[in-house]
Protein backbone atom coordinates (compact mmCIF):
# COMPACT_ATOMS: atom_id res chain seq x y z
CA UNK A 1 0.00 0.00 0.00
CA UNK A 2 1.52 3.20 -1.17
CA UNK A 3 0.90 5.33 2.00
CA UNK A 4 0.88 8.68 0.08
CA UNK A 5 -1.87 8.01 -1.81
CA UNK A 6 -4.69 9.42 -1.17
CA UNK A 7 -7.34 6.82 -2.08
CA UNK A 8 -5.82 4.46 -0.23
CA UNK A 9 -7.09 6.69 2.99
CA UNK A 10 -10.23 6.59 1.52
CA UNK A 11 -10.48 2.81 0.92
CA UNK A 12 -9.49 2.65 5.08
CA UNK A 13 -12.14 4.37 5.55
CA UNK A 14 -14.84 2.03 3.81
CA UNK A 15 -12.89 -1.08 5.68
CA UNK A 16 -13.57 1.04 9.12
CA UNK A 17 -17.07 1.14 8.56
CA UNK A 18 -19.38 -0.94 10.56
CA UNK A 19 -22.54 -2.38 10.25
CA UNK A 20 -22.45 -3.93 14.38
CA UNK A 21 -25.33 -2.63 15.39
CA UNK A 22 -27.19 -3.76 12.35
CA UNK A 23 -28.46 -6.93 11.60
CA UNK A 24 -28.09 -7.30 7.55
CA UNK A 25 -30.47 -10.59 7.32
CA UNK A 26 -33.08 -8.85 8.01
CA UNK A 27 -32.94 -5.79 5.15
CA UNK A 28 -34.64 -6.42 2.09
CA UNK A 29 -32.92 -8.80 -0.11
CA UNK A 30 -32.79 -6.42 -3.34
CA UNK A 31 -31.71 -3.33 -0.95
CA UNK A 32 -29.42 -5.92 0.75
CA UNK A 33 -27.86 -6.95 -2.53
CA UNK A 34 -27.67 -3.32 -4.27
CA UNK A 35 -26.43 -2.47 -0.50
CA UNK A 36 -23.65 -4.56 -0.57
CA UNK A 37 -22.90 -4.35 -4.18
CA UNK A 38 -22.01 -0.79 -4.31
CA UNK A 39 -19.85 -1.46 -1.23
CA UNK A 40 -18.03 -3.94 -3.69
CA UNK A 41 -17.60 -1.41 -6.30
CA UNK A 42 -16.34 1.07 -4.49
CA UNK A 43 -13.98 -1.21 -2.83
CA UNK A 44 -13.37 -2.09 -6.41
CA UNK A 45 -12.45 1.12 -7.68
CA UNK A 46 -10.52 3.02 -4.76
CA UNK A 47 -8.81 -0.67 -4.67
CA UNK A 48 -7.20 -0.31 -8.58
CA UNK A 49 -6.04 3.77 -7.35
CA UNK A 50 -4.25 2.01 -4.74
CA UNK A 51 -2.75 -1.05 -5.64
CA UNK A 52 -1.14 -2.55 -8.75
CA UNK A 53 -3.88 -4.11 -10.78
CA UNK A 54 -2.95 -7.32 -10.59
CA UNK A 55 -2.46 -7.33 -7.25
CA UNK A 56 -4.13 -10.20 -5.08
CA UNK A 57 -6.89 -7.81 -3.67
CA UNK A 58 -7.73 -6.41 -6.73
CA UNK A 59 -8.28 -10.00 -8.12
CA UNK A 60 -10.37 -11.14 -5.19
CA UNK A 61 -12.77 -8.37 -5.91
CA UNK A 62 -12.66 -8.74 -9.54
CA UNK A 63 -13.66 -12.52 -9.09
CA UNK A 64 -16.69 -11.16 -6.70
CA UNK A 65 -18.29 -8.56 -9.14
CA UNK A 66 -17.69 -11.44 -12.09
CA UNK A 67 -19.74 -13.85 -9.96
CA UNK A 68 -22.56 -10.81 -9.14
CA UNK A 69 -23.14 -10.28 -13.00
CA UNK A 70 -25.22 -13.41 -13.14
CA UNK A 71 -26.94 -12.47 -9.28
CA UNK A 72 -28.16 -9.56 -10.05
CA UNK A 73 -30.52 -11.52 -12.46
CA UNK A 74 -32.35 -13.68 -9.79
CA UNK A 75 -35.45 -13.17 -7.87
CA UNK A 76 -36.61 -9.47 -7.72
CA UNK A 77 -32.78 -7.51 -8.11
CA UNK A 78 -33.29 -6.53 -11.82
CA UNK A 79 -36.10 -4.33 -10.84
CA UNK A 80 -33.82 -2.70 -9.08
CA UNK A 81 -32.50 0.59 -11.72
CA UNK A 82 -36.65 0.29 -12.82
CA UNK A 83 -37.61 1.47 -8.25
CA UNK A 84 -34.19 4.36 -8.35
CA UNK A 85 -36.40 5.65 -11.74
CA UNK A 86 -39.71 5.12 -10.30
CA UNK A 87 -38.72 6.77 -7.12
CA UNK A 88 -37.33 9.75 -9.00
CA UNK A 89 -41.13 10.13 -10.78
CA UNK A 90 -43.18 9.34 -7.94
CA UNK A 91 -41.09 10.35 -4.74
CA UNK A 92 -38.30 12.95 -5.56
CA UNK A 93 -37.92 13.78 -2.38
CA UNK A 94 -37.12 10.65 -1.42
CA UNK A 95 -34.85 9.82 -4.58
CA UNK A 96 -32.95 12.93 -3.41
CA UNK A 97 -32.06 11.26 0.01
CA UNK A 98 -30.49 7.98 -1.37
CA UNK A 99 -27.04 7.45 -1.70
CA UNK A 100 -24.96 9.68 -4.29
CA UNK A 101 -23.86 6.30 -5.54
CA UNK A 102 -27.35 4.81 -6.52
CA UNK A 103 -28.54 7.67 -7.80
CA UNK A 104 -25.99 8.46 -10.31
CA UNK A 105 -25.12 4.57 -11.38
CA UNK A 106 -28.66 3.54 -11.72
CA UNK A 107 -30.34 6.80 -12.64
CA UNK A 108 -31.47 6.33 -16.65
CA UNK A 109 -30.82 9.48 -16.86
CA UNK A 110 -27.38 9.96 -15.43
CA UNK A 111 -23.99 8.44 -17.30
CA UNK A 112 -22.31 7.19 -14.47
CA UNK A 113 -22.33 3.34 -14.68
CA UNK A 114 -20.14 0.33 -13.74
CA UNK A 115 -17.59 -0.16 -16.54
CA UNK A 116 -15.28 -2.73 -16.03
CA UNK A 117 -16.62 -3.18 -12.39
CA UNK A 118 -15.64 0.35 -11.81
CA UNK A 119 -17.14 3.15 -10.84
CA UNK A 120 -17.37 5.57 -13.82
CA UNK A 121 -18.95 8.88 -13.38
CA UNK A 122 -18.37 10.66 -16.56
CA UNK A 123 -17.57 7.62 -19.59
CA UNK A 124 -15.80 10.91 -21.89
CA UNK A 125 -13.63 11.56 -18.43
CA UNK A 126 -10.06 11.18 -18.70
CA UNK A 127 -9.54 12.86 -14.99
CA UNK A 128 -9.70 10.67 -11.71
CA UNK A 129 -12.97 10.60 -9.92
CA UNK A 130 -12.07 13.22 -7.04
CA UNK A 131 -11.56 11.52 -3.16
CA UNK A 132 -14.47 13.76 -2.37
CA UNK A 133 -16.85 11.23 -4.03
CA UNK A 134 -15.85 8.17 -2.50
CA UNK A 135 -15.55 9.71 0.67
CA UNK A 136 -19.21 10.78 0.75
CA UNK A 137 -20.67 7.73 -0.79
CA UNK A 138 -19.10 5.82 1.92
CA UNK A 139 -20.48 8.18 4.44
CA UNK A 140 -23.60 8.24 2.53
CA UNK A 141 -23.85 4.13 2.89
CA UNK A 142 -23.38 3.98 6.04
CA UNK A 143 -25.59 6.81 7.35
CA UNK A 144 -27.91 5.37 10.22
CA UNK A 145 -30.98 6.61 8.60
CA UNK A 146 -30.36 4.95 5.25
CA UNK A 147 -29.70 1.70 6.72
CA UNK A 148 -32.76 1.87 8.86
CA UNK A 149 -34.69 2.13 5.78
CA UNK A 150 -33.70 -1.33 4.57
CA UNK A 151 -34.96 -3.24 6.92
CA UNK A 152 -37.63 -5.54 5.42
CA UNK A 153 -40.21 -5.07 7.77
CA UNK A 154 -39.88 -1.86 9.40
CA UNK A 155 -37.64 0.17 6.56
CA UNK A 156 -39.52 3.25 4.66
CA UNK A 157 -37.22 2.07 1.18
CA UNK A 158 -37.88 -1.59 1.85
CA UNK A 159 -41.67 -0.24 1.96
CA UNK A 160 -41.28 1.56 -1.49
CA UNK A 161 -39.69 -1.17 -3.03
CA UNK A 162 -42.74 -3.16 -2.35
CA UNK A 163 -44.91 -0.16 -3.38
CA UNK A 164 -43.27 -0.32 -6.42
CA UNK A 165 -42.97 -4.14 -7.04
CA UNK A 166 -46.53 -4.13 -6.63
CA UNK A 167 -47.58 -1.73 -9.18
CA UNK A 168 -45.64 -3.74 -12.28
CA UNK A 169 -48.73 -6.62 -11.40
CA UNK A 170 -51.07 -4.50 -11.13
Known sequence: MRDNN??????????????????????HPVL???FIDACAHLDYTLGLLSYNYASPKNIMGMEYLRWRIDEEKKNDRPLFRGFVNWLKE???????????????????????GYRSFRIVLDPDSRTAIPLGFFTMAIDELFENEFLK??????????????????????
Open 32 to 34: KFH
Open 90 to 112: AHPDRFERLPTIWRAVYDDEDPA
Open 149 to 170: SLYEETGSLARLFEEYRASLSA
Open 6 to 27: EYVRALLGLYEKSLMLHDTALF
